[in-house]
């Protein structure tokens, strides 16, 4: 198995750009996680899906942030417009529905650089 | 409001020497806690998982204890090498949502 696929890894954009990250979860999890992770506030969970429906978006910071998951095996994180304090790397994981271990697997992140 | 502590600085061992890392948590009864290892520019990855009604769990060199009364685990790893140097981060996790702790980076002297 590939892992968690995300593309881009880098991304440099200026201010008021949109941006779009994107996220493949592992084959046959039906649980996927959007994180951002910066020095200051560490790894804060975005928002998450249950078989491609939002569960909790409470972790969105703002309007300018949305996620849609259209199908099982895709899921996509816009910032429209961007901001310089959207700079951070952001991860998507993903988690079989074995709840007895909780473990999710992590992509290796895009790092977002907006000037 | 819920916060989880972990040594905010690094921590340097001496190889073969045993690390000991800290995760103390306060508003917050996770039904388990997981910890996570993750190297620079590399997404974590997961360790292991303690469940609130054990005391103690082990993996290979590694050693997991929970103390719901304290609020705190502990993260043992044995016989330490440079290998073992990264960050470590632990997570409470209470129905399908977990919380991250901002980790601690352990550094292995040769």
């Known amino acids: 198995d590939a892992g968690v696929i995300q593309s881009p890894r880098h991304e440099v954009t200026e201010m008021g750009q949109e941006v779009t990250l994107r996220c493949k979860p592992i084959s046959g999890h039906n649980s996927l996680f959007w994180y951002r992770q910066t020095m200051m506030r560490g790894l804060e969970l975005l928002i998450y899906?249950?078989?491609?429906?939002?569960?909790?978006d409470s972790g969105m910071p703002e309007d300018r942030f949305s996620a849609k998951m259209p199908n099982a095996s895709f899921s996509t994180l816009k910032i429209q417009p961007s901001e310089p304090r959207d700079s951070a790397v952001y991860f998507c994981?993903?988690?079989?529905?074995?709840?007895?271990?909780?473990?999710?697997?992590f992509g290796p992140g895009t790092r977002l650089t907006v000037t | 409001s819920q916060k989880i502590e972990q040594n905010s600085e690094a921590l340097n061992i001496q190889e073969g020497k045993t690390a000991t890392l800290t995760c103390n948590y306060t508003?917050?009864?996770?039904?388990?806690l997981q910890w996570y290892r993750q190297d620079p520019g590399r997404g974590p990855v997961f360790l292991l998982l303690?469940?609130?009604?054990?005391k103690e769990k082990r993996k290979e060199r590694l050693k997991v204890t929970f103390d719901t009364t304290l609020k705190q685990s502990l993260f043992h790893i044995t016989a330490s090498q440079p290998a073992d140097s990264a960050t470590y981060l632990c997570a409470l996790v209470r129905g399908d949502k977990i919380i991250f702790g901002k980790g601690t980076r352990l550094h292995i002297l040769p």
């Open positions: 899906f249950n078989n491609n429906v939002p569960i909790d």
């Open positions: 994981a993903s988690r079989h529905g074995d709840r007895r271990t909780y473990e999710q697997y």
């Open positions: 303690i469940r609130e009604n054990e």
């Open positions: 508003n917050y009864s996770p039904a388990y």
